[in-house]
């Protein structure tokens, strides 16, 4: 361990995925918000979590309608990924004022945003009050893509121009530099 040293920042692992999340609820109407804290959990079923401190207005929500939507932004859509980040669905239409577009999901009771190229609809399985942020785990029920990004099934991630979130800063991604056991390839 020479030459290491420890450090106080709560963002210790990069870069993540940034990522719009829809939600609904009977009274409060539709909502999104922006989220860093995601990720894949399980293959099989497919889920994803989102970690959402329950101060935000979308934690109310989803924690009520048990469902949310994940949906992946292009570079194109920063600007309004960063909006939907810093207002609250509390203070008017986010959706609105951020020139986005709600559609109905087709498993669950959350909207979709269409702009985004990639969605998810996740249904809640499990609440994990974990300290600031409550986990929202949600099987993947139903997911969609733009009909230009999909080939043979499989979503061809180079037409997609994909945005990450490193410590406070929004990265774009560059080229791509390798393949899934391409290390194995070259060893035989
Ligand atoms: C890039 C980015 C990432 C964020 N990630 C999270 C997150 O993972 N969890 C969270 O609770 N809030 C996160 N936020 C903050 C919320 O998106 C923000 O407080 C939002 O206004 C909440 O909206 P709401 O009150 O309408 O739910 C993030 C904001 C930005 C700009």
Redesign the pocket.
């Known amino acids: 361990m020479n030459d290491k040293v420890g450090f106080d920042a709560a963002q210790v692992i990069a870069p993540l995925p940034?990522v719009l999340v829809g939600?609904a609820h009977a009274e409060l109407g539709l909502?999104?918000?922006?989220?860093?804290?995601?990720g894949i959990d399980c293959s099989d079923p497919p889920a994803i979590h989102?970690?959402?401190?329950p101060?935000?207005?979308?934690?109310r929500?989803i924690a009520d309608s048990g469902c949310f939507t994940v949906n992946l932004p292009s570079r194109a859509l920063l600007r309004q990924?960063?909006l939907?980040?810093?207002?609250?669905?509390?203070?008017g239409d986010?959706w609105r004022r951020a020139g986005l577009t709600p559609l109905s999901g087709t498993a669950v009771a959350a909207p979709l945003v269409a702009e985004c190229p990639v969605n998810f609809e996740c249904a809640v399985k499990h609440v994990v009050p974990l300290g600031v942020?409550t986990m929202f785990v949600g099987e993947v029920v139903a997911r969609h893509a733009d009909d230009n990004l999909v080939r043979g099934g499989r979503l061809d991630f180079s037409k997609l121009a994909l945005v990450a979130?490193v410590n406070?800063e929004?990265w774009s991604l560059g080229e791509r530099i390798g393949t899934h056991g391409f290390s194995g390839r070259e060893r035989a």
Not at 50 to 53: L, T
Not at 55 to 59: F, G, L, N, P, V
Not at 84 to 91: E, K, P, T
């Open positions: 940034v939600c909502n999104l918000l922006t989220i860093a804290w995601t989102v970690s959402i401190r101060e935000r207005h979308s934690h929500m990924v960063d939907c980040g810093i207002v609250s669905g509390r203070d986010k942020h979130y406070g929004y």
